[in-house]
């Protein structure tokens, strides 16, 4: 079975710039996430899609983030323009449905300098 | 207030010392619990789970145990292995919108000393 695909895997951009992520669920998951996870914490949720409607987009800086989920399957997630403290590994991840055992991708890594 | 907090934030143990690692939730209609490890530079995996109708659950050296009424589920590792070195996530559905959204605690590291 594929994994969560993710791309692209490391991104350096300087401040204000914008820059955007790409996420591939497995197959037949309806239930994609994007989390933030700064150095040293535990993943935070940035926001929650159910096929592609958003569940919850409560934590999500909508002044500078937005994300889509076109068709119900791969999702963007963009950032613009990048602040220094949006350095951190952008993680998506993908369940059979909303509350369950919810796989990982390999994340991001963005530097923002 | 946070739905799912983790403690402790550090933990060293010898090899072949057990850890437990503890979690409290506060959605009372939370029904699965899993923990995830993290190696560095890699990404979460599951390691184990429990489902609320069960009180235990145990895969070779690792078990988690959930406590419904107290709102807490903890993981054990016995006979710790270097290997075992990592961060360990705990995690709960929390309601929200009629779905459940995943809520991660902060973490807890690792270290097994040889």
């Known amino acids: 079975e594929a994994g969560v695909a993710q791309s692209p895997r490391y991104k350096i951009i300087e401040k204000r710039q914008s820059v955007a992520f790409w996420c591939n669920p497995i197959?037949?998951?309806?239930?994609l996430y994007w989390y933030q996870q700064i150095l040293g914490q535990g993943p935070k949720l940035l926001i929650q899609?159910?096929?592609?409607?958003?569940?919850?987009d409560s934590q999500l800086p909508k002044d500078r983030f937005s994300a889509e989920r076109l068709k119900g399957v791969d999702s963007t997630l963009k950032i613009q323009p990048a602040k220094l403290e949006d350095s951190a590994v952008y993680l998506c991840?993908?369940?059979?449905?909303?509350?369950?055992?919810?796989?990982f991708g390999q994340g991001t890594r963005l530097t923002v300098v | 207030g946070e739905n799912v907090e983790q403690h402790p934030s550090t933990l060293s143990v010898q090899e072949g010392d057990s850890a437990v690692i503890k979690c409290t939730y506060s959605?009372?209609?939370?029904?699965?619990f899993p923990w995830y490890k993290q190696e560095l530079g890699k990404r979460p995996q599951l390691i184990i789970d429990?489902?609320?109708?069960?009180g235990e659950k145990k895969d070779q050296r690792i078990a988690v145990t959930l406590n419904k009424t107290a709102k807490h589920f903890s993981l054990h590792i016995t006979e710790t292995q270097p290997e075992d070195s990592a961060v360990y996530f705990c995690?709960?559905?929390?309601?929200?919108?009629?779905?459940?959204?995943?809520?991660f605690g902060k973490g807890t590291k690792l270290s097994v000393i040889p």
């Open positions: 991840a993908s369940s059979l449905r909303a509350g369950v055992e919810a796989f």
């Open positions: 197959s037949g998951h309806a239930t």
């Open positions: 899609f159910q096929n592609n409607g958003v569940v919850d």
């Open positions: 959605d009372s209609a939370s029904n699965y």
């Open positions: 429990i489902r609320s109708n069960v």
């Open positions: 995690a709960s559905p929390k309601a929200w919108a009629g779905s459940y959204q995943l809520t």
